[in-house]
Nanobody
Framework: QVQLVESGGGLVQPGGSLRLSCAAS????????MGWFRQTPGKEREFVAA????????YYADSVKGRFTISRDGTKNTMYLQMNSLKPEDTAVYYC???????????????????WGQGTQVTVSS
């Protein structure tokens, strides 16, 4: 049974930075993709970034490209999201996700992931 725990959220001013972490437990084989999604009240869950564990290919939503960086540490079984140049529009609950099987094609769809963390709040405000 895979469990995902997010951390690193908080309150930051526009233009500031935060680094989110997602610690995974119960993941025996580090072979399948992981990703970050975000959600605000009344809106659909939105893709942010994803990474293929084997090979390390990364994918980003257009809204965060050039500002956010996704990475993983196989030794620690942890995924990160470095968020720079934060905007008020980035305010949301950020969720860590992991797949339990091989995933073909794009990774920007929530239904392609099987395990989810409880989320961490990111608030960007002056």
């Amino acid at each position: 049974q895979v469990q995902l725990v997010e951390s690193g959220g908080g309150l930051v001013q526009p233009g500031g930075s935060l680094r989110l972490s997602c610690a995974a437990s119960g993941r025996t084989f580090n072979t399948y993709p992981m990703g970050w999604f975000r959600q605000t009240p009344g809106k659909e869950r939105e893709f942010v970034a994803a990474i293929r564990w084997i090979g390390g290919s990364t994918y980003y939503a257009d809204s965060v490209k050039g500002r956010f960086t996704i990475s993983r540490d196989g030794t620690k079984n942890t995924m990160y999201l470095q968020m720079n140049s934060l905007k008020p529009e980035d305010t949301a609950v950020y969720y860590c996700a992991a797949a339990q099987q091989r995933v073909a094609g794009p990774l920007n769809r929530y239904e392609k992931f099987d395990y989810w963390g409880q989320g961490t709040q990111v608030t960007v405000s002056s």
